[in-house]
Structure formats: structure tokens, C-alpha cells
């Protein structure tokens, strides 16, 4: 597994900090139970089988890259359906938001729908060359998960290990994450001490 380091965690200072970075392949969370102190889960859509959250749902989304650099400002539609973020290296439109739906590949039939619902905000992307498409699955739950599941604590060596939870957070994670990520640390703090009150 990797952990999420923000911006505002350069890895260095992770490392530095005593932290270690693995990545391996997890199938369920007692894989992890004989090596660390508490486990926070961040798996997203991975949690239906690591956590046996069913409630957990696939939402796609596709959009393109295009090459637009006359435009300089973000518009979206009401719903949020509809949107063109310039950047710096090319203006992302988009998209779908298709719950349910596990298909990684591009579908041509939401391409030519995104295009034609981007270049009714913006005409002058009729003219625009696409770079790039590609398709992801937001991790969406009717709330965001972020908790202590104590009665499902993993057992190492005889003892528990404590799981936090925090994921789906679906297509609002950029909004979310820095918030949800405090009120799991918050949680990681108060379980900590809570098995050092036991020692």
C-alpha cells in the first residue's frame, strides 16, 4: 500500500519524520496486522472487499485533454455535469458521472456527448484538437467513511490492532480529503493513546 502524502508532506520530510514508504499488493487488512500499530484504510473502492463495505459504488467518470490555449477561465453548468478547467498543460473538459458503472475504457458515444455539451458553453472548442481522454472510477458512498471500527479490530500477536477508516469521499475528494485527513488523524492521536492507557 502507499500512504497519501499531500503537498504539504513532501516525502522527504515523511521519511525523515521516522515514516516508511511499501507497496504491495493487500487482499485483506490481517495482511497488514503483524506489522504495524494501527491501520488507516484510504483503499477508496479496494474497501468493498477490505472492509466488506458493499455500500461502496463505483461512479465514472471520462473526460479530455484538448488543446485550447485561448481559454482562460473555468466555466462549469449548473449541475456540475458540464466543465472546462484550462491548465497548464491543456484544458480538461468533461465529463460523465455514470454510478454503478466499472468500464475503464474510453467510450467514443460519452466523447462525442462531452464535446458537444462543452462546445455549447464554449463554441471556439469546435476548433480545439483533443490530446488525450482517459476514464476513473470515483470511490462513492452515500457519506464519506471516516471512523474507528473497533468491533472488526485485526488481531496481531494477541492483541488488537485498530482500523480507521477514511474513504469514500466519491467525486468531492480534492474538496474533502484535507479535512476528512485531519478528523483521521484526529482519530489515529485518540486510539494511540487509548492503547498506551491499556499498557
Known sequence: ????????????????????????????????????????????????????????????????????????????????????????????????RQGGDWNLQVDDNDTLGILKRCSSLEPSLTRARILSSWVGLRPDRRTPRVEVEREVEVKKGGRSVTVVHNYGHGGVGVTLAWGTAMEALGLVKKSLQGNKAKL
Open 1 to 96: 500500500f502507499t500512504p497519501a502524502l499531500s503537498p504539504g508532506l513532501p516525502l522527504s520530510r515523511f521519511r525523515r519524520a521516522g515514516g516508511q514508504v511499501e507497496q504491495r499488493r493487500v487482499d485483506n487488512l490481517q495482511d497488514l496486522s503483524g506489522s504495524f500499530d494501527i491501520i488507516v484504510n484510504c483503499s477508496g473502492l479496494g474497501s468493498r472487499s477490505l472492509a466488506g463495505d458493499v455500500s461502496v459504488q463505483p461512479v465514472r467518470g471520462q473526460v479530455l485533454k484538448m488543446e485550447a490555449p485561448w481559454l482562460q477561465h473555468f466555466i462549469r453548468d449548473g449541475d456540475g455535469l458540464t466543465y472546462i478547467f484550462p491548465g497548464i498543460q491543456g484544458v480538461t473538459i468533461g465529463g460523465t
